[in-house]
């Protein structure tokens, strides 16, 4: 079983910035292409971010490009989202998700987290 375990979510002002980190608790960690969602109540959940199991090759949805990074570090089982310039509408909860096949879908992750949330004030 592999677990995923969110964290670094909270309250900040528009502007600020965030770290968010996904532990996975599996030995080939670096065997799973990794992936940050997000979604706000009501919603759909969105596609964020994705890092290859390398982690030489990423991916972004327009909404964060150029403000969120996705990196990954492979010793620590670890997956970390950094978000700067942060504004009100990335205000949502935000999962990680884990597969071995390089796909971008919500409906193609094998391995989910229970989210952390970000709010983001105006």
């Known amino acids: 079983q592999v677990q995923l375990v969110e964290s670094g979510g909270g309250l900040v002002q528009a502007g600020a910035s965030l770290r968010l980190s996904c532990v996975v608790s599996r030995r080939t960690f670096s065997s799973y292409h990794m992936n940050w969602f997000r979604q706000v109540s009501g919603k759909e959940r969105e596609f964020v971010a994705a890092i290859s199991w390398s982690g030489s090759t990423t991916y972004y949805a327009d909404s964060v490009k150029g403000r969120f990074t996705i990196s990954r570090d492979n010793a620590k089982n670890t997956v970390y989202l950094q978000m700067n310039t942060l504004k009100p509408e990335d205000t949502a909860v935000y999962y990680c998700?884990?597969?071995?096949?390089?796909?971008?879908?919500?409906?193609?992750?094998?391995?989910w987290g229970k989210g952390t949330l970000v709010t983001v004030s105006s």
């Open positions: 998700a884990a597969d071995t096949r390089w796909t971008l879908s919500e409906n193609g992750m094998t391995y």
